[in-house]
């Protein structure tokens, strides 16, 4: 089965300032998905950003960027101008289309915005 | 187009009771994932099932627990004779069957906590 680690249990960051969480994956495979996830207190799961392996070009959602790194097979979510309400849990998922659509989730990093 | 529903949100259980947990997965969606989160800690995943038939169960102990996803109505997560050790919360997740074009994520309930007395 894929692993997918992420090696910062706990991050923090100043309000308004730029963290990157970090993220690595071992696969064998060309064609998956990576998420991020995060999970506030309320602990619904909410999906941050996705990225195709396929696609070359990192994605980006608002304050939310990815480093897609394929050969280094390295996924790391950067948070900019960071807010309050971004203080929650992140996970980082991997999904194959080849062994039946499983995901596999990292452990978790929790990030800590300081006022 | 409702989310994954899940319920009960919140389920006490004494021990030696057993405990349901129901899954109402997005419509279009036949894959459902079962994980279950200890206080902070992580998603450890339990089970995979795609309509009436277990496709990966190798996170699920084999006592106790068992999971179904029928033709018609919600997942359900079962665990018979409950113990303290079960208190969790337990996520349920769905997503369609990968292909081009379409939502490759997958969406997750709220959760139920189980609270073993």
């Known amino acids: 089965a894929q692993t997918v680690t992420q090696s910062q249990p706990e991050m923090s960051v100043q309000e308004a300032e730029t963290v990157t969480l970090s993220c690595t994956y071992d696969?064998?495979?060309?064609?998956?998905?990576l998420f991020w996830y995060k999970q506030p207190p309320s602990r619904q799961m909410i999906l941050v950003i996705r990225q195709e392996a396929y696609k070359q070009q990192n994605a980006t959602e608002n304050r939310f960027s990815v480093n897609f790194q394929k050969a280094a097979k390295s996924f790391s979510l950067k948070i900019s101008d960071s807010q309050l309400g971004d203080a929650a849990m992140y996970f980082c998922?991997?999904?194959?289309?080849?062994?039946?659509?499983?995901?596999?989730f990292g452990t978790g990093t929790s990030l800590t915005v300081i006022p | 187009n409702a989310g994954v529903m899940q319920n009960p949100r919140h389920l006490v259980r004494r021990r030696g009771q057993e405990a349901r947990l129901r899954c109402s997965p997005m419509k279009g969606h036949s894959h459902v994932y079962w994980y279950r989160q200890l206080p902070e800690e992580g998603l450890k995943f339990m089970v995979y099932?795609?309509?009436?038939?277990?496709?990966?169960e190798s996170g699920m102990p084999k006592e106790r627990f068992s999971a179904e996803f029928p033709k018609e109505g919600p997942s359900i997560l079962r665990i018979q004779q409950v113990v303290r050790g079960d208190s969790a919360a337990y996520f349920c997740?769905?997503?369609?069957?990968?292909?081009?074009?379409?939502?490759?994520?997958?969406?997750f309930g709220q959760g139920t906590r189980l609270t073993v007395v």
């Open positions: 696969t064998s495979e060309s064609d998956y998905y």
């Open positions: 998922a991997y999904r194959s289309p080849n062994t039946g659509n499983q995901f596999y």
């Open positions: 997740a769905s997503s369609p069957r990968l292909g081009y074009g379409m939502n490759t994520e997958a969406f």
């Open positions: 099932l795609q309509k009436e038939n277990i496709i990966d």
